[in-house]
T-cell receptor
Framework: AQSVTQLDSQVPVFEEAPVELRCNYS??????LFWYVQYPNQGLQLLLK??????LVESINGFEAEFNKSQTSFHLRKPSVHISDTAEYFC?????????????FGAGTRLFVKA | EAGVAQSPRYKIIEKRQSVAFWCNPI?????LYWYQQILGQGPKLLIQ????????DSQLPKDRFSAERLKGVDSTLKIQPAKLEDSAVYLC?????????????FGPGTRLTVL
């Protein structure tokens, strides 16, 4: 069965510092991996996704994540964060089941960027 | 392109009362999802529709929750009667293809408080 573990519930970091949000998953089949971001009082938005091909994927606002099959991880990184990156980040895994694709979300990591 | 619309944004009811939430997905999106997001947790899929048919409702508490998508467009999620543990944000999402990409677009959610 699928599961997603986000190892940190909260990550405080100073502005311009690097950050890594950790995500591990378990699945018995090929998976597709996603990071969603939820800004305060807004809905979830897709940040980046891994479907196939290059294991390193990037977003338009400087985040990147690397799919590591041997470690079943999909950690999210940014070399220098901004105050505006303060949000909750959800890792999600999707795989094919009899009804199509089923997506499971992690519990989320709250990133708090301090000035 | 208009996003996923949900109403109401907030609802406060007493336990044992009934409540209904409405969702209008992005035009043309065949797949519609309802998620429950309890405070401090990631979204949990309640039900998934493909057009007006149910693909997955395995985690829907069918003794009190019901959902319909009669014309394959907008959808209603109902809780009757509500319990204290139903307090959560109810998220609606839609996607254009239930296959490979499975990118979901989320609405802003309805925050339900059961007193």
């Amino acid at each position: 069965a699928q599961s997603v573990t986000q190892l940190d519930s909260q990550v405080p970091v100073f502005e311009e510092a690097p950050v890594e949000l950790r995500c591990n998953y378990s699945s018995s089949v090929s998976v597709y991996l996603f990071w969603y971001v939820q800004y305060p009082n807004q809905g979830l938005q897709l940040l980046l996704k891994y479907l196939s091909g290059s294991t390193l994927v990037e977003s338009i606002n400087g985040f990147e994540a690397e799919f590591n099959k041997s470690q079943t991880s999909f950690h999210l990184r940014k070399p220098s964060v901004h105050i505006s990156d303060t949000a909750e980040y959800f890792c999600a895994v999707s795989d094919r089941n009899t009804g199509g694709f089923k997506t499971i979300f992690g519990a989320g990591t709250r990133l708090f960027v301090k000035a | 392109e208009a996003g996923v619309a949900q109403s109401p944004r907030y609802k406060i009811i007493e336990k044992r009362q009934s409540v209904a939430f409405w969702c209008n997905p992005i035009s043309g999106h065949a797949t519609l999802y309802w998620y429950q997001q309890i405070l401090g947790q990631g979204p949990k899929l309640l039900i998934q529709f493909q057009n007006n048919g149910v693909v997955d409702d395995s985690q829907l508490p069918k003794d009190r929750f019901s959902a319909e998508r009669l014309k394959g467009v907008d959808s209603t999620l109902k809780i009757q009667p509500a319990k204290l543990e139903d307090s959560a944000v109810y998220l609606c999402a839609s996607s254009s293809f239930q296959g490979l990409l499975n990118e979901q677009f989320f609405g802003p959610g309805t925050r339900l408080t059961v007193l």
